[in-house]
């Protein structure tokens, strides 16, 4: 007897439609399973002969050859169980093949049978209904996140008797929605704003500027002087995302396995912060065994913060660099590799210099000059290179820390960042890969950031004056362009221009002590 169910592997964050053959015929009792399984998959055999036997239904003694085509891809996970126990039922009469057709299935088996939910569903639903398949069977447990998708039947299972109970007609099971609009409208409200952030208004710019111009930050300054408290509120500057970006970033999460079930749908934009002894495979992605999204992918379309970026691995620090380059990275494994989308705003921290007074006016920096200059170097050169604007936050004075008067909320500030970013959305129209200023290339530079004859002097008496690098010049422009924009100015002006410059106090002389 033969059967065949469709299920489905992710491979990063889109999935493979998979065919699981059965074969049983008379002889020896025999289980063999092929086409390239991976661990978790080979012992998916011990589970479900048990679940089998615990859910009162048989595995008759013969011999049983289930292969999973196409043979030539890897296959992970363990959501294979429910579709090769369904194989076998339906190869042994148990079942009638024919109720699976058109349907795809997945779950992995606890050893009684029950069902138990599997990272990913969301690219395997996607991936199912662009197959033109009609349902999905799968564990009750991830039918919130599959119901984002419309257009296929989603039933929820408890167990595989109930799926066999289903199939067989004995028991109905009605299709389960979520109600997608009030998933995306409900974002989880993190109590997060900017008006808890009591004075500061030079670093409350140039956040604005950043978050409008999609801007990487770094930001120096004392202990204390609430550069974690100011970056944990940058996603709520942010315009609010898209249905497609939300969908984007949920399926990185679902591979991940990180999605908690009260919230299928990532519907706010994520803030990431890793601690700095962080592995370069947890922060980029890969790993032993199942390559898994890193926290630059979680970041996607959010804000990946990096609290104290000194203290981090040089070496994290260089596996950095290309994704920010490329807003996606790509993990290569002997078989295959695999690309995970990594579109994240980098936010960074530093002390000025190791005891963290230096250039405090109250508190003697105690550091020796060789001591700063090994600090700075760390993240000196191609990481730099990929940061627009430095902030330095001084300590917060008493007088404002004191005061009563809120300053402006988060949501009015990102109304104009929003509008700078319609503006932006305009100029790009559709320049490939350009969406934001942050994004421009040396021919965006050229068409879009001209400068006259008294701009053009005022960057070059700067440049000279403060002693800026050759690297500083295209932030400037980069950065003075998004300060247009939030001004709704054409041209860029003498006055965008030198905040613009304001924003590379790294790149001053007077840090290479
Ligand atoms: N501008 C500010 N307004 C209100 N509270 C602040 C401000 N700056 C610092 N604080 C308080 O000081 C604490 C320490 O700030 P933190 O963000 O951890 O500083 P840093 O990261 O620069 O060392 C914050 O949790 C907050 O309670
Ligand atoms: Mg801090
Ligand atoms: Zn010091």
Redesign the pocket.
């Known amino acids: 007897m033969f059967s065949q169910v469709r299920s489905a592997s992710t491979i990063g964050v889109n999935a493979l439609i998979v065919d699981i053959e059965t074969h049983v015929e008379n002889g020896m009792f025999n289980f063999a399973l092929v086409g390239l399984p991976d661990n978790a998959v080979r012992e998916s055999r011990e589970r479900v002969g048990a679940a089998i036997k615990n859910s009162g239904l048989a595995m008759p003694i013969r011999r049983y050859t289930v292969n999973l085509a196409p043979a030539d891809v890897r296959k992970e996970g363990s959501g294979f169980d429910l579709p090769i126990a369904l194989g076998i039922l339906a190869a042994t009469d148990q079942i009638a093949g024919e109720l699976l057709r058109g349907t795809l299935i997945v779950g992995e088996l606890a050893l009684d049978g029950a069902l138990r939910p599997v990272h990913g569903i969301l690219p395997v639903v996607l991936e199912a209904r662009a197959h033109g398949l009609r349902r999905i069977l799968l564990p009750r447990e991830n039918a919130d996140e599959a119901a984002l998708v419309d257009g296929i039947e989603v039933i929820p299972l408890e167990s595989l008797r109930q799926t066999s109970e289903f199939l067989n007609a004995g028991l109905t099971i009605g299709s389960h929605h979520v109600d997608r609009e009030v998933l995306f409208r409900h974002r989880d409200d993190t109590g997060l704003d900017l008006s808890?952030?009591?004075?500061?208004e030079n670093v409350k710019r140039a956040f604005e500027v950043a978050a409008a111009g999609g801007h990487n930050v770094i930001m120096v300054?004392p202990?204390?002087?609430?550069?974690?408290?100011i970056a944990k509120r940058i996603p709520t500057l942010l315009p609010p995302m898209t249905f497609e970006e939300a969908l984007e970033t949920t399926k990185i999460h679902s591979v991940a396995g990180i999605l908690p079930g009260s919230t299928p749908l990532v519907a706010s934009r994520p803030f990431r912060s890793p601690h700095h002894t962080i592995s370069d495979a947890a922060l980029v992605g890969g790993g032993l065994g199942v390559a898994r999204p890193g926290e630059i992918s979680l970041a996607h379309h959010g804000v990946l913060f990096l609290d104290e970026l000194p203290e981090f691995a040089r070496n994290a620090l260089e596996v950095l660099r290309q994704p920010l380059e490329d807003n996606r990275i790509t993990i290569s494994r002997t078989k295959l590799s695999l690309t995970f989308p990594c579109n994240f705003m980098l936010v960074s921290?530093m002390n000025p210099c190791p005891c963290g007074n230096f250039g405090n006016p109250n508190t003697d920096c105690t550091c020796s000059p060789p001591q700063i200059q090994r600090y700075m170097s760390k993240i000196s050169g191609p990481l730099l290179d990929r940061i627009d604007i430095h902030v330095e936050?001084a300590a917060?004075k008493y007088r404002?820390?004191a005061s009563k008067r809120s300053g402006e909320s988060s949501a009015q500030v990102r109304q104009r960042v929003i509008a700078a970013r319609g503006v932006q959305a305009e100029r790009f129209g559709r320049r490939d890969g350009v969406y934001k200023n942050a994004d421009m290339g040396s021919r965006d530079l050229r068409d879009f950031c001209q400068l006259d004859a008294p701009c053009q002097d005022l960057l070059k008496m700067a440049m000279s004056k403060l002693g800026l690098s050759a690297r500083a010049y295209d932030k400037i422009l980069k950065v003075s362009r998004t300060i247009a924009d939030l001004a709704d100015a054409e041209a860029i002006r003498p006055e965008h221009l030198s905040e613009a410059i304001q924003y590379r106090s790294l790149d001053r002389q007077f840090w290479n002590v």
Not at 196 to 200: A, E, L, N, R, S
Not at 223 to 229: I, L, N, R, S
Request: proline share 6%; net charge neutral; aromatic share 0%.
């Open positions: 808890d952030v009591k004075g500061q300054g202990p204390g002087a609430g550069k974690t408290m921290s936050v917060v404002d820390l």
